[in-house]
């Protein structure tokens, strides 16, 4: 199923943008709501075609993200029916699946949640989904501190409701629910958890208080609480749904486009540029989960196929001028080639790595907004021959 959906998403966004090279011309002078980018005619059709192949890609994204939310739950719950080490590392696999679809749905969330009146609605719903860091002894036992973490207190009930509530509350590390509140159940704080740590016990009077059986219902709500915020996004996302996708369907095909560029470009600066440490010791996305890399990976690729797609007919085709084509799609080439060189989490990284990944990222934003000029090199000069007299 999820192959499916995810080769549904490629080929409506494939299909539409190859029928873009063959369309009629027919110019229009596109607003410039990115400061400073250079204005390109723009063909009617052409940006009609290509801005809702763009939208309908995003939901198939959200489809997939929301069926490998829907594995991990089943993968956690799996876990705490019969705790082995084979079923922890399937629900780690599944979680590692899940982050790595979530980050490739950013660019789409960023573009969906680009209204003035829906941006306050889409910091809370990657708040809820993606906060982190996380910090281990908010919720769970931490060497030296053995009472520490939601998981041992029992003043906090284990609902869902109360998880939420408790999110975030007093420090922006203190995570309690998501993708990296989770990551924490299953990697432990140490990165050193076992599986026997989620067996049940029946000691007592009131086993429910036990910090064993704490740990087992916080790591099932936490999975069950980013299913259910999957399955939300899901239900506002197609056009039938009349919530998010009015608002963007209500703009003229120029304007979704232009829409979609800055989305893009505060993507990187907002959302991707955070996640390259400046520091080697600095706070990473997924430590524990040694996922950081591979996950702004899949964020890039979204950017990449939405902007050089295999077959032409992206955004670059339809924004940029020929010489900013050939310098994004070479400064995406040299962009994934350095991080697949690099240690993953980001922590481990060389330095000198970390400040050119990030060079990199600002180059492909300035280029997508349209601020970077590519000067004009000898060959590209058309020489004038003067008449003689």
Known sequence: MNDTIRQTACALLLASLGALLGCEQKPATPPESVQGAALVPISEKAASDLSLAIWQAGQAQVMHTRATAATLRRAVAALLEHPNEDRLEKARLAWLDAHRELAAMLPYIQLAFSPVALRSQGRELLLTLDSWPAQAGYLDTVPGYSDSGIVNDTAIELTLANLRKQHRLTAHEEASIGFHALEVMLWGPTSERMAEQFVADSRGEKPEALAANRRRALTRLIAQ?????????????????????????????????????????????????????????????????????????????????????????????????????????????????????????????????????????????????????????????????????
């Open 225 to 389: 609480g980013i299913e259910e915020d999957m399955d939300g996004l899901a239900r506002s996302w197609p056009s039938a749904a009349n919530q998010l996708s009015r608002r963007y369907l209500a703009l003229g095909p120029v304007a979704r486009l232009q829409q979609i560029r800055a989305a893009h470009t505060q993507v990187i600066d907002e959302l991707l540029l955070p996640r390259l440490p400046e520091g080697s010791e600095s706070d990473v996305e997924s430590s524990r989960a040694a996922d950081s890399k591979q996950a702004l990976l899949a964020a890039m690729a979204t950017l990449q196929s939405n902007w050089i797609p295999t077959g032409g007919g992206g955004l670059a085709e339809l924004l940029l001028d020929r010489h900013q084509v050939s310098a994004l799609e070479q400064t995406f080439a040299d962009l994934e080639a350095l991080l697949l060189e690099m240690e993953d989490p980001f922590e481990l990284a060389e330095l000198g790595q970390l400040a050119k990944a990030r060079k990199l990222l600002e180059k492909v934003a300035g280029l997508m907004a349209g601020t970077t000029q590519i000067p004009v090199s000898e060959m590209d000069v058309v020489p004038v021959v003067l008449p003689v007299e």
